[in-house]
């Protein structure tokens, strides 16, 4: 398992959920949701150096079936321009799928409202998160795919593909 803080990543038309993990990579915990729009990659690079991240997990939404639509392509095109913001720091796309569900499902009862909407996009990033440094954990081998710097006006060629 590699050595520092990652934050998991969970970018939404609205609010992006925001975590991070300890240095070992054992724990993911919520930091906070970044309202989406002017100076939302502003704030992303400030969490990045005031935890010292060394990476940055997004969560790509796929569908049940691994195809990738509208929702994927933005993701792929937000994670590009948050690489060129936080370079040298590296960004990851991994699968996301259900993330959403799994954290309405764990607040289902604890929380109403507006509040809960914010506190849902941080749990969907820890859940991304979390997926992240598991599969990291069981396979030896850093999760999904590396976001390549400038490379926002190639659809497709924006990712070196790795093993999940």
């Known amino acids: 398992m590699r050595w520092g803080v990652r934050l998991g990543v969970d970018p939404g038309d609205a609010r ?3 975590a991070r ?3 070992s990579g054992m724990l993911a915990t919520p930091v906070e949701t970044v309202r989406r729009g002017k100076g939302d990659l502003r ?3 400030q969490l990045v150096a005031a935890e010292e991240a060394v990476e940055v997990v997004v969560g790509l939404p796929r569908s049940l079936s691994g195809g990738e639509g509208p ?3 933005k993701t792929r095109s937000f994670a590009v321009r948050l690489a060129e913001r936080i370079a040298p ?3 990851r796309l991994v699968d996301e799928r259900l993330t959403t569900v799994t954290a309405e499902a764990m607040l289902r009862d604890q929380r109403k409202g507006q509040h809960r909407r914010a506190v849902v996009d941080q749990v969907a990033a820890v859940v991304i998160l979390q997926h992240a440094l598991d599969t990291e954990r069981a396979t030896g081998r850093a999760p999904g795919e590396v976001v390549a710097v400038g490379s926002a006006d ?3 060629t924006d990712v070196e ?3 999940e």
């Open 154 to 156: 190639h659809p497709g």
């Open 21 to 23: 993990c300890d240095p």
């Open 161 to 163: 593909e790795t093993h």
């Open 43 to 45: 704030r992303l690079r």
């Open 89 to 91: 720091v590296p960004v």
């Open 16 to 18: 992006i959920g925001v």
């Open 71 to 73: 929702a994927a392509e």
